[in-house]
């Protein structure tokens, strides 16, 4: 059950990602019902995750931060990481990967930045 | 604030921007024969490097070494926006201020009052910005007849009315999602619009392009990684390499109307796994001489060879007349990434002499004398899965960059900001690296290293004698162009923010200026009502923003020795009507 409503709460973030506007309405949930991340201390994961952010975050965010913040020492809860991701943050150089990275692509870049593997 | 009041704010801005953007048109057209005699219009700057010889210096001398010091700020205006970052040169021509900010955002503003004439704002598709290397920075537009020509981040070239900012045509450069942007300067020969693209670093094939100037039709689009069979493909191996083979050409070239030649340099090949296409990946990491009205190549120089190090070879030649070893000698001259500034013959493309700017070199052993060619030191090629190389002399960011040099003819004197710092590379393990169109297509890690407590030298190089003339240091890197003046002065920024005028013969330090955010773009330098005037834009972003924490900005600072604003109707603000209507009771 679980599983199922974060992949609906997912693909409504990728909607948002589409119609970014819808987004100002979405609110997080309480900590209790906040999406997690499901990739967590996985090694295939984190392997993958490292691949994608190679490919598409470390132009910015290098190895300890950069042009963007520093992701490794990232704040944000598993949700907002996500959210942020898929939607981008307007007002910045962010973008939205919401329609070039689906959410288990984003969960493992996540994996791969909270894991030891990191840089 | 309320979101539904923020929006109907925004909305409203919105509106009275647009009632910005009216005005006449103060701004007659730019001709052919004008451009080809740029150099000798001293009042105005009508493209990028103020002539087709880019050598950034005006004729113009009512400010010199004994009055600069009581210039002040005459005018000046926000560029508002994301604060992205300022690397234009800004035009003028006829009273107007013509010049990009971040995003291309394409301003003509009066220059007597500071009064934006119109504004023009692109609008682009989500998810651009994961496509830009190096931030959503913009190098500048040109001028043509009526037309103000910009190259939009997402590939596309638009002409624009410059009466009104309209636009009359518009047309695709290339597909952005695949990596492919523009932020440079167009360069316009005859009825020739040309233009170099960024992607480098995704895998793209590089190429120039030439537009129709009147129709905005594609003329001809001369590629810099040769396909199978073609001149230049045995330096790469037998594969797919060549089709992701970078040598972008994002930065604006240079033009000798005498031999009707067009000089372009190329950036860096793709990847940055040089052990994965050996050889030497001709044309990446050279200059291009090609002729303007078919874009057939003529000859090139090669600069890096297998470049595993971001060496890009796009800064612009400087085509100057001089004398070499007693000679007159017609030559081209670029400081490069690779930490070398070269002097060759613009006749065929031979090697004259390179001197070192950067302490430390060593991704080579030497270049030799007679060629340039350089002695590879293969212990500084990072090798797929085997550690970081470390420290590699110079850093990615070059011994200089992008940001323009500036030639002195009196002194024979050339100025350009050099860095001294340095990189690890490590290349990723075999088989990681996949090209996918969008994504990046190095296939390194990289960590660029301060290598001392000084990092930037304003330097001057005498050209004819081989030697650099005098050096300033600057704590932090350099990316501000250059502007030197018949005067006596030259004019560049730093990252600190300062706007400086120095003594051209001697590097004295004679005026600076704070402008509250640092300097990346590059001065000119014009003649209003016979006043001469002076003007830069401020604000840190792009590249330099990797590095260093500081206030963003987005302004537009215009200076004189007593300047004079005609402030009689000048407002750039408006009231919003439906947010403060008149009472009425």
Redesign the interface.
């Known amino acids: 059950m679980r599983s199922l409503e974060r992949r609906v709460r997912a693909a409504a973030l990728i909607l948002c990602a589409a119609l970014p506007l819808w987004s100002m309405s979405i609110r997080s949930g309480s900590a209790d019902d906040a999406l997690t991340d499901p990739f967590l201390g996985q090694a295939d994961a984190i392997s993958a995750g490292r691949d994608t952010y190679r490919a598409k975050c470390y132009i910015c965010h290098f190895s300890n931060g950069g042009r963007g913040p520093n992701l490794f020492a990232t704040k944000l809860t598993d949700e907002q990481f996500l959210e942020t991701v898929i939607n981008g943050r307007k007002g910045t150089q962010m973008p939205a990967f919401g329609l070039r990275l689906s959410p288990d692509e984003v969960w493992q870049v996540h994996a791969f930045i909270k894991s030891t593997d990191h840089y | 604030m309320h ?1 539904h009041l923020l929006r109907c704010t925004l909305a409203a801005v919105g509106v009275a921007a647009a009632m910005l953007m009216g005005g006449p048109s103060h701004a007659g057209p730019v001709s052919t024969d004008d451009l080809m005699k740029a150099q000798d219009n001293g009042a105005e700057w009508l493209m990028y490097g103020r002539d087709y010889r880019n050598w950034r210096y005006s004729p113009l001398a009512e400010l010199t070494p004994d009055n600069v010091a009581k210039m002040t700020p005459v005018w000046s205006l926000s560029t508002g926006g ?1 604060f ?1 970052g300022l690397e234009a040169t800004p035009l003028f021509h006829d009273g107007v201020l013509y010049f990009s900010a971040d995003y291309a955002r394409v301003f003509a503003v009066d220059a007597r009052s500071g009064r934006i004439i119109w504004h023009y704002e692109p609008t682009y598709e ?5 496509m ?2 190096c ?2 920075i913009h190098r500048g537009v040109a001028l043509k007849d009526n037309l103000v020509y910009v190259a939009q981040l997402d590939a596309k070239l638009e002409a624009l009315n410059a009466a009104d900012g309209k636009v009359v045509w518009e047309a695709k450069i290339d597909e952005w999602k695949n990596g492919v942007t523009t932020n440079s300067a167009p360069l316009v020969v005859k009825d020739h619009v040309i233009i170099g693209v960024s992607g480098g ?1 995704y895998g793209v094939r590089g190429y120039l392009k030439s537009f129709n100037a009147k129709t905005g039709a594609l003329e001809w689009q001369t590629y810099t990684v040769p396909a199978p069979g073609e001149p230049g493909s045995d330096t790469w191996p037998k594969d797919d390499s060549w089709k992701t083979g970078g040598g972008p050409t994002w930065l604006t070239g240079s033009y000798d109307a005498d031999t009707n030649t067009l000089y372009w340099g190329v950036g860096n090949p793709g990847s940055w796994q040089s052990d994965q296409h050996p050889g030497d990946n001709l044309y990446t990491d050279s200059t291009l001489a090609l002729d303007p009205d078919t874009g057939k190549m003529k000859w090139f120089y090669q600069y890096t060879p297998n470049d595993s190090w971001d060496y890009d070879a796009m800064a612009t030649p400087i085509l100057i007349d001089t004398t070499i070893d007693g000679k007159p000698t017609k030559v081209w001259a670029v400081s490069s990434r690779n930490g070398y500034f070269y002097v060759l013959d613009r006749t065929d493309g031979s090697f004259l002499y390179a001197l070192q700017m950067v302490e430390g070199i060593n991704w080579t052993s030497g270049l030799d004398p007679k060629t340039g060619k350089p002695t590879i030191n293969v212990a500084m090629k990072p090798k797929q899965g085997a550690g970081a190389v470390q420290p590699i002399i110079p850093g990615l960011e070059g011994g200089t960059n992008w940001f323009p040099p500036a030639y002195d003819p009196d002194l024979g004197l050339f100025f350009v900001g050099v860095n001294q710092w340095g990189m690890g590379l490590t290349s ?1 393990e075999k088989g ?1 690296l996949q090209y ?1 169109p ?3 297509f ?1 296939g390194v ?1 990289y ?1 660029m290293y301060r290598m001392g407590d000084t990092i930037g030298h304003l330097r001057a190089i005498d050209i004819a004698n081989k030697k650099v003339a005098w050096d300033v240091a600057s704590p932090l890197p350099l990316f501000s162009g250059m502007l030197v003046t018949k005067g006596g002065l030259l004019f560049t920024g730093d990252q600190r923010g300062r706007f400086l005028a120095f003594e051209a013969k001697t590097g004295k330090e004679l005026w600076k200026f704070q402008t509250g955010s640092g300097i990346n773009a590059s001065p000119i330098t014009y003649e209003l009502d016979g006043k001469q005037y002076v003007a830069i834009l401020s604000g840190l972003g792009g590249d330099p ?3 260093y924490s500081a206030p963003k900005g987005g302004m537009l600072w215009v200076f004189a020795v007593d300047g004079k604003v005609d402030e009689g109707g000048f407002y750039n603000a408006q009231v919003i009507d439906k947010m403060l209507p008149t009472y009425k009771p």
């Open positions: 979101k994301q992205g989500d998810g651009l910005n994961a830009l290397c931030g959503p670093e990723w990681k996918k969008g994504d990046v190095m890690d960590q923003s990797f590095y």
